[in-house]
Nanobody, 125 residues
């Protein structure tokens, strides 16, 4: 099983940038489909970006053009670079993983991911 630890959250001004990291341990990182989710206060958790084990990338419409997901299989780290942040980007951001590949229809489904980190808070004001 893989363990996930997020970092990089913080407070940023509207229009600013932030890069989140998710360090994976315990299993072969390259074998996992990875995703970033976020949950704003009072709202359901939603998918933000994903990258499958074979490198297929997807973005939610809400961040398309402003976010970049990437992974470094040599360091076992997943990244989410976010630019032009908006106030509605304020949320707890979670890293998620599922061993193997996922259909693009499922990459933003919480139920598709077995492993989750504890989250890192992003506040945009």
């Amino acid at each position: 099983d893989v363990q996930l630890v997020e970092s990089g959250g913080g407070s940023v001004q509207v229009g600013g940038s932030l890069t989140l990291s998710c360090v994976a341990s315990g299993d072969t990182f390259s074998s996992y489909c990875m995703g970033w989710f976020r949950q704003a206060p009072g709202k359901e958790r939603e998918g933000v970006a994903s990258i499958t084990s074979d490198g297929v990338i997807s973005y939610a419409d809400s961040v398309k053009g402003r976010a970049t997901i990437s992974k470094d299989n040599t360091k076992d780290v997943l990244y989410l670079q976010m630019n032009s942040l908006k106030a509605e980007g304020t949320a707890m951001y979670y890293c998620a993983a599922n061993r193997g590949t996922l259909s693009r229809l499922l990459v933003f489904e919480e139920r598709a991911y077995k492993f989750w980190g504890q989250g890192t808070q992003v506040t945009v004001s």
